[in-house]
């Protein structure tokens, strides 16, 4: 059974000076808009989530919405295992594949073969079960030749291609989407809106980012709003699109 | 207290174990690291065996002669100590920035962190695989072939590895938090390489107070259990003792600082 369950879970990122320049990325892309306090031993931290409890089960088609750093990437760390809570628990059973960066992994002087190959390890596709589908990720790909080529060489939405294929290749129990990934030209997007739509049908637990009202109607049926880290609003899909979107 | 200490352990020990079963992420990325390095060149990654030849006979001829000793002596000498130092101390070095290096894979994949430290260690196993490939050329071009101690190299280059694995996880864990250790510990394996017999021999060392510079410098331990029985000997039982004590003390801690501070690494990135 695929569940999630999250109890009164806060995270704090701690700021320390003599690495502020890298965690400043950090802030400026996870944590805009989390709130930033001092700690009882005058570190600087930012509050990127504050006392939030949710709790997944299988079949649950979960949505979320927020403005920039509202927490949502900070929540989908957590949901995905990457983030232990810094207060409260959280209690992740299943298999967790979050497609959020894509090209993670990929090797540019590397073939396009070689990269299906290192693309799913990282997916967490066994070597052997990679070895029966290879050749299906590489037909899906369209690359033909090219696969034998660096990765480098690809175009642009060649490349997306590849890391496409693979990426969604597995079939996760929960599945983390930060926004809809389509790409490529025309034809390949109605491959790749088919293929993804498969996948978030058939994994047990959805949890999809988005900006996007349609989208999210479509594919959830409960949706989380989040503020300031905080939980805003958590109910039926309609519901809270009508009262973040509004009408 | 013993309870929040059993449980720190067992969360070293979960990820480690976990990283049993993730072990073919570990071994993947280490040869990719290796690929990457030297893709595009003709020879590959045996420029790592040609570049260390270069070095080895360049010191080799350099200090053998300013030391006044026989080349086919001191050429060996410097060969097995230069491998297998560029070994343990890339290792430390590179242990330092294994998290830091990995950081987009970890904020995005949950896969155990000790794949990553282990991600090192292998990189630089295969380097030492390609480096060790000069030494039976030495040794023949030198004429001195090693007799059947060798075999109690392989044991030596173990513990050495396990010496090297707890030193790096800690090193890890510590560098993600205190970026500036990392060049701390690139000054201090500088000195350490001066410190330890590697460029000069022990025997050089004027008997007395100066010994101590041996006897306490756990690395040089660990070099003699390679060095030793690739020249015919035995380590001898301090180096055993030494390196064994080392791996045992050396890894309580580090499960303990790697348990406490494991959940902490995502933070620190």
Not at chain 1, 125 to 151: H, K, W
Not at chain 1, 241 to 247: K, M, N, R, S
Not at chain 2, 149 to 157: D, K, L, S
């Amino acid at each position: 059974m695929a569940s999630i369950r999250l109890s009164n879970v806060s995270v704090e990122f701690p700021v320390f000076n003599a690495v502020t320049r890298s965690l400043k990325n950090r802030l400026l892309s996870a944590a805009t808009g989390g709130i930033i306090d001092r700690r009882w031993d005058g570190h600087v931290i930012v509050r990127g989530l504050q006392d939030v409890t949710l709790s997944l089960g299988e079949g649950e088609r979960l949505g979320l919405v927020g403005h920039n750093g509202a927490g949502k990437t900070t929540l989908l760390r957590v949901l995905s295992g990457i983030y232990y809570p810094t207060q409260g628990t959280s209690q992740i059973d299943g298999e967790c594949v979050s497609l959020i960066n894509m090209s993670l992994g990929i090797d540019p002087e590397a073939t396009g073969r070689e990269n299906i190959k290192l693309r799913a390890a990282i997916m967490g596709i066994p070597a052997q079960e990679l070895s029966e589908r290879i050749d299906e990720i590489a037909e899906f790909s369209g690359l033909g030749d090219f696969l034998d080529m660096p990765f480098r060489t690809y175009s642009s939405g060649m490349q997306l291609r590849l890391a496409f294929s693979t990426s969604t290749a597995i079939r996760p129990e929960i599945l983390v989407l930060d926004e809809w990934l389509s790409t490529g030209d025309e034809s390949f997007k109605d491959k790749s809106n088919r293929r993804l739509q498969e996948i978030v049908n058939s994994t047990k637990i959805l949890i999809l980012a988005s900006h996007s009202k349609d989208l999210l109607l479509a594919n959830c049926s409960r949706i989380v709003w989040m503020e300031h880290g905080r939980v805003r609003m958590d109910g039926p899909a309609a519901e809270v699109a009508l009262a973040y979107f509004g009408g | 207290m013993s309870d929040q200490a059993a449980s720190t352990f067992d969360r070293a020990l979960a990820d480690i174990r976990a990283t049993a079963r993730a072990h073919h992420l570990a071994t993947m990325f280490g040869w990719q690291d290796i690929a990457h390095r030297y893709r595009r060149s003709r020879v590959g990654a045996f420029w790592v065996t040609l570049n260390m030849s270069v070095t080895i006979g360049a010191l080799g001829l350099i200090f053998g002669t300013l030391f006044r000793v026989p080349i086919t002596q001191f050429l060996p000498y410097i060969c097995i100590s230069l491998i297998f130092w560029t070994f343990i101390s890339s290792c430390i070095n590179e242990g330092c920035t294994s998290f830091t290096d990995s950081e987009g894979m970890i904020l995005q994949v949950r896969i155990p962190l000790f794949v990553h430290v282990l991600r090192t260690i292998y990189r630089n196993g295969i380097v030492l695989a390609h480096n060790l490939l000069i030494l039976p050329l030495v040794l023949l071009a030198v004429g001195r072939l090693p007799d059947w101690h060798a075999v109690f190299a392989i044991p030596g280059v173990l513990l050495m590895a396990i010496n090297a694995l707890w030193m790096m996880l800690i090193l890890s864990v510590v560098c993600v938090r205190y970026r500036d250790l990392t060049h701390i510990v690139q000054n201090f394996l500088q000195v350490t390489f001066y410190l330890t017999p590697l460029m000069w021999m022990p025997q050089t060392l004027p008997e007395g107070p100066y010994r101590f510079i041996l006897d306490f410098n756990p690395l040089y331990h660990l070099m003699m259990l390679v060095r030793a029985p690739l020249f015919g000997d035995f380590p001898t039982s301090a180096n055993w003792m030494v390196s064994i004590l080392l791996a045992v003390a050396g890894w309580t801690i580090a499960l303990h600082v790697y348990g406490r501070y494991r959940h902490r690494i995502p933070y620190w990135l």
